[in-house]
């Protein structure tokens, strides 16, 4: 991985995220070139044009500074920055620093989306940065002919240059979108989308937030993991140790599933970043050479913060099925409150939960304790606890932009530890790729149904008849919605005197007639 090997099989590409956290003047050679001159020249750019944005150099095409930016990708072009992002939001030095900015996440093709990451803000204060590497990912390129669209509407044509950049690789494409290829911020094919964070994926959007020196200490540690991965004795190293557990737990005894059960709610996003991490890149059935595996690899991962998931999905944990967890806690909170008269602070009470969840997932609760307790004897088996249910827990100092960049290649390096192990290719995914073209014929599908009238067809029978379902149940709504206006508007003629009184009425049917579209 830190020697440019073509590590990458399927894809034949070198895994050089490592790259992108590394200090000015480390040398990382990939087919005969350093690659960390081209590295710190995006670094420098983004430096440059972050700080332009921030202190109002750098203005939307009617003079207002630019406070506002919504980020537009998905996969790990959308799940590793917005966790990131999370984690510094309460940290009262990164949120002091963001102060007056707000960073937004647009990523489903789902209509809805887009309405809540533009729901209060204003064409004249907003950055869109675009995250496409080849700039074709289909809902990334819909998202954002939706944001021009919705710019253009309230600015002009020309705003597009002002308002719109782009991290992606395709100057092409970018030019011809509208955008001027020099606000695109590239990255390389030795990145894999999942394990772009600390690329301009990440990193622009971020230091657009909360400037370029804070995002800085994110690289940095993420870059002391790489140092201690890359050095450190096999017994002592963290990322071996703990991507030779998960193989333990997977593959010898069984288990189904890792919960990542973050004691901070600044850590929501973890989850939801891991699990693409981690699934992505072990959810295999082939072996490097093709063979099937005859053994069991990859996990489910889930989860959500400390004391929430108590309350959700632990009983399943502590007397369901056997669910290893990796339980993180912090020593020092973000944000401190000690009410007086209370026996801890709050965060001493979350404390107090991280402390005892893995006692009770070891030792349980035998038959002989819980009738010490006065247990009716008939209620005795519903509150054993069998115990022996491993977990692991980390303990944070504090929770920064250095110690999130930490845990970060944490997780990215005992990831790949655990596909070393089972010999798989933890860099591809070819898995995505059979429902994505799928999706390309149902989409032509749909356009010959509306503008042809043409039949569905080719498909089995279930898919056929949800497709002409969902088909002709669309078009009813729109019939349901024109009728709406059409008589709506005939018997507002008889009523209203005024030309204003006939529009304000006018607003309200097409209002009536929005909503039963959406409904």
């Known amino acids: ?23 000015r003047g480390v040398e990382i050679m990939c087919d005969g070139k350093d690659v960390m001159r081209e590295v710190w020249e995006v670094l420098d750019k983004i430096r440059s044009f972050s700080d332009q944005v921030r202190t109002g150099t750098w203005v939307g095409e009617t003079g207002k500074v630019l406070t506002d930016v919504v980020a537009i990708g998905i996969g790990g072009s959308y799940l590793g920055p917005l966790f990131a992002y999370t984690a510094l939001q309460t940290d009262p030095e990164a949120a002091k620093l963001a102060k007056g900015r707000r960073l937004r996440f647009l990523a489903n093709v789902d209509p809805v989306d887009v309405a809540i990451a533009i729901n209060g803000l204003n064409p004249e204060t907003t950055l869109v940065v675009i995250v496409s590497k080849t700039f074709t990912t289909g809902e990334t390129i819909l998202n954002s002919k939706t944001m021009r669209s919705w710019l253009i509407a309230s600015l002009g044509p020309s705003c597009v240059a002002k308002h719109m950049v782009a991290v992606s690789t ?15 911020f590239g990255f390389w094919d030795w990145v894999g989308g999942r394990f772009s964070v600390c690329s301009a994926v990440g990193i622009l959007p971020l230091a657009l937030q909360y400037g370029f020196a804070k995002v ?14 890359k050095t450190a004795p096999l017994e002592d190293n963290f990322p071996v140790l703990l991507g030779l557990i998960s193989v333990w737990n997977v593959s010898f005894l069984r288990c189904p599933a890792r919960a990542i059960l973050p004691y901070s709610q600044a850590l929501q996003k973890l989850a939801p970043h891991i699990q693409q991490l981690s699934m992505e ?3 295999k059935a082939v072996a490097m050479d093709g063979t099937p595996l005859n053994y069991h690899a990859g996990e489910i991962d889930f989860g959500e913060p400390g004391t929430n998931g108590q309350h959700s999905f632990y009983q399943l944990i502590h007397q369901g099925r056997l669910i290893p967890c990796d339980f993180i806690g912090v020593i020092k909170s973000q944000q ?5 008269g209370e026996l801890v602070s709050n965060h001493d009470e979350l404390m107090c939960n991280f402390f005892a969840q893995p006692d009770a997932l070891a030792y349980g609760k035998t038959r002989v304790e819980a009738c010490k307790e006065g247990i009716p004897e008939e209620l005795v088996p519903h509150k054993m606890f069998t115990g022996n ?4 827990s980390i303990l944070l100092p504090t929770l920064d932009a250095y110690t999130a960049g930490q845990l970060l290649a944490l997780y990215e390096h005992r990831i790949a530890v655990q596909g070393f192990v089972w010999g798989i290719n933890s860099f591809d995914q070819w898995g995505v790729e059979l429902g994505k073209s799928l999706a390309t014929k149902v989409r032509q599908t749909m356009h010959n149904f509306r503008t042809k009238g043409e039949s569905v ?43 204003i009184q006939l529009l304000g009425a006018l607003m309200q049917v097409s209002r009536c007639a929005t909503m039963h579209l959406c409904g």
């Open 1 to 23: 991985m830190f020697s440019g090997v073509h590590i990458n099989k399927t894809e034949n590409r070198p895994v050089l995220h490592i790259a992108l956290r590394a200090p």
């Open 170 to 184: 395709n100057l092409k494409l970018v030019k011809e979108f509208g955008l001027n290829p020099d606000n695109s």
């Open 216 to 229: 800085q200490e994110f690289l940095e540690g993420a870059w002391s993991v790489d140092c201690h991965f």
């Open 281 to 283: 890149s072990n959810g």
């Open 336 to 340: 401190a409150v000690n009410l007086q």
């Open 389 to 392: 249910r491993p977990s692991l």
């Open 457 to 499: 067809c080719d498909y089995n029978y279930s898919t056929t008849f949800m497709l002409n379902r969902f088909l002709q149940g669309k078009e009813k709504l729109l019939h349901s919605a024109t009728w709406l206006l059409v008589e709506g508007f005939s018997s507002l003629r008889t009523k209203c005197c005024t030309s």
